[in-house]
């Protein structure tokens, strides 16, 4: 009698599981309820990028450097050769379009006259040079005839002051012969002098 109790028990525990599996495996699983989500830590604050150094380049046009000039003649005359040395460094390279394109516009005598000396001194013997001989303005003619001679260590002729010009380069037969017809029609005396230390030479 107590085996068939025992029986009855695993029959009924077996059945109980049994059950207990079939009921939970047609009900969806669902995890388990998370908790509040927990925040990250702030990140570290980014440090600024330090300031970038300003970083000039020089940019320089026939524009800016007839600026120069402009700008030179109305400071200090004992500093405007030195500027009028430097631009024509600046401008050996431009020299030929200088002399066609900027110093014929160019209202200003003294600055037209400066142009031309800057420019005219890299291209000496060049008839874009000589047409300024028969410039309307007489400091622009006395400019080109100096630009003609410029010769560094030669004796000097002053253009303004403050320029003072080194002549006594030998110029070629060309430009000798229009600086002389320039000089035997020339009617300004500065101009003449200029066109004398021209032609004088070495």
Not at 26 to 45: K, N, Q, S
Not at 99 to 124: F, K, Q
């Amino acid at each position: 009698m107590k085996g068939l109790v025992w029986l009855c028990l695993l029959v009924a525990g077996v059945a109980t599981a049994v059950l207990g599996v079939l009921v939970l495996k047609d009900r969806p699983w669902a995890p388990p309820a998370a908790g509040p989500p927990t925040e990250a830590p702030p990140a570290p604050p980014t440090p600024p990028e330090p300031p970038l150094e300003p970083t000039l380049r020089p940019y320089e046009t026939t524009s800016t450097l007839t600026e120069d000039l402009r700008d030179a003649l109305a400071g200090p005359p004992e500093a405007l050769g030195g500027e009028v040395r430097r631009v024509s460094d600046r401008l050996k390279a431009k020299a030929r379009s200088v002399l066609v394109n900027a110093a014929p516009g160019e209202a200003s005598p003294r600055v037209r006259a400066l142009l031309v000396l800057a420019a005219g001194r890299h291209v000496p013997d060049e008839a874009i040079l000589l047409a300024f001989l028969d410039d309307r303005e007489a400091l622009v003619r006395r400019a080109a005839a100096l630009a003609t001679a410029h010769e560094d260590g030669g004796g000097t002729f002053a253009l303004l002051p403050g320029v003072d010009v080194p002549t006594g380069r030998a110029v070629a037969p060309a430009t000798r012969r229009a600086l002389e017809e320039r000089l035997a029609r020339e009617e300004d005396e500065g101009v003449r002098g200029a066109l004398a230390a021209a032609l004088r030479g070495p």
